[in-house]
């Protein structure tokens, strides 16, 4: 199994989201309800009245993942550890803080929506409160909440260690005869 990318635990992390908000991950609105990046024009890219979800998944920063497993006993060589996955969560609108507590909420229930279980990510129990931070922009005060949560994710590498077929061996004897063995 190879490691998993940011962009993946993004997109296992982006589908959980959306359910918990319960919105149809097909419906092409939804890409812009819940946004995997900020916009890159420099402007908001959306009304104050509309409700929109920006989300930032990256890892580290947490001593827990500096465990490392590694198992060599056999002839695979398989090596597992903890990686930590922080989910910080910016909301914009009217519903930012109630949507951000809805997905609060989901993550302690442990909601079987989330489906990062089957994915071996786990949230951390006690998430953080959302946090109501309007934002004045363009002489207008935005509703905007933020949330994170921190999660253990279980990476593992598998590393096939190939066995000896056959072997050539050349015996120099003492009176520098040549032997060639082949095992």
Not at 84 to 92: D, K, N, Q, R, S
Not at 147 to 155: G, N
């Amino acid at each position: 199994m190879a490691i998993r990318t940011i962009k993946t635990y993004e997109e296992l992390i982006w589908a959980s989201i959306v359910a918990m908000l319960e919105l149809d991950p097909n419906a092409p609105e939804t890409q812009d309800k819940v946004r995997r990046s900020f916009p890159t024009d420099g402007q908001p890219g959306f009304l104050i009245t509309d409700d929109i979800t920006f989300m930032r998944v990256y890892s580290g920063g947490d001593p827990y993942d500096q465990n490392v497993y590694t198992d060599n006993s056999q002839v695979q060589s398989v090596t597992s550890y903890t990686r930590v996955i922080t989910l910080a969560l910016i909301a914009y609108g009217p519903s930012a803080s109630e949507n951000l507590e809805r997905i609060r909420v989901s993550f302690m229930a442990g909601n079987e929506t989330l489906n990062l279980k089957a994915e071996n990510i786990f949230p951390v129990i006690k998430p953080s409160s959302v946090i109501r931070n309007p934002e004045y922009f363009e002489g207008k005060w935005w509703e905007r909440a933020d949330f994170s949560i921190i999660m253990y994710a279980l990476e593992s590498t598998e590393i096939t260690i190939d066995g000896i077929e056959s072997a050539e061996f050349e015996v120099i004897a003492d009176d520098d005869e040549r032997r060639i063995i082949n095992v």
